[in-house]
Nanobody
């Protein structure tokens, strides 16, 4: 069983920054994809950013230039540095770890990010 523990969400003013962290524990193959998705009220869950264990990234157009994903493979931890936050970034952010071929996928419990003045 795999557990994902997220931290770092909260309330921030427009233009501010937050850093999310997600630590994975349990049986995880060394080759995997870790990343972040988000879901705003009334909307579907959407990809924010992912990174493979080899370092290949995939970022949503809406966050390019503002959000940076990184990971520490030794710690099975993925991070999301969010800068220049906008009100439209408000959502519950979910951590995800999946197999390279999507043969498995696990989700964190979600952390709320609210951007408001």
């Amino acid at each position: 069983q795999v557990q994902l523990v997220e931290s770092g969400g909260g309330l921030v003013q427009p233009g501010g920054s937050l850093r999310l962290s997600c630590a994975a524990s349990g049986s995880i193959f060394s080759s995997n994809i870790m990343g972040w998705y988000r879901q705003a009220p009334g909307k579907q869950r959407e990809l924010v950013a992912t990174m493979t264990s080899a370092g290949t990234t995939n970022n949503a157009d809406s966050v390019k230039g503002r959000f940076t994903i990184s990971r520490d493979n030794a710690k099975n931890t993925v991070y999301l540095q969010m800068n220049s936050l906008k009100p439209e970034d408000t959502a519950v952010y979910y951590c995800n770890v999946a197999g390279i071929f999507r043969e498995y996928t696990y989700w964190g419990q979600g952390t709320q990010v609210t951007v408001s003045s």
